[in-house]
């Protein structure tokens, strides 16, 4: 019986012409041969399915094999992502995935002394800004049209 994954097999050194070399000890290595590979799975370095199709499960804490937990880490980055962050045209939309939540919230550090937000000019130079304290400054009021 192996003992991986429960525990890290166990090897002793045989020497030549020495030591006695029976079918036990070659049986302990393929006994831990196939349990390593029965815990990685068949292919671990591919995507048996297309980025996207998996389901996200939140709750699991062991997988059958390191393809299915792998599998399950791909689904919920896509899912954070492809959910919340969209980008389209150059464009990045927040956008919640439950209609009573709200899209972003940005919340200073205890010890915060940079701004919490910042709206750029081509130049790098902030234009608008909200301050760490909560406020709203801008260097250009456009009045606009009544």
Known sequence: MALYPAAPPIFYTRTNLTDVVNAGDVNIIYGELKAVTDTLG????????AWGSDSFTSGATTWTTVYDRIT????????????RVKSSGG???VQTVVSSAVNLTVQAYSTQ????????????????YITKDGTFRTTVIDGGSA
């Open 72 to 83: 399950n880490v791909e689904a919920g980055t896509y899912t954070a992502f492809n959910d």
């Open 91 to 93: 464009s990045s939309i």
């Open 42 to 49: 068949v292919t671990p370095n591919k995507r048996l399915t």
């Open 113 to 128: 002394t940079s701004n919490l937000f910042e709206a750029k000019n081509t130049a790098g130079t902030p234009i608008t």
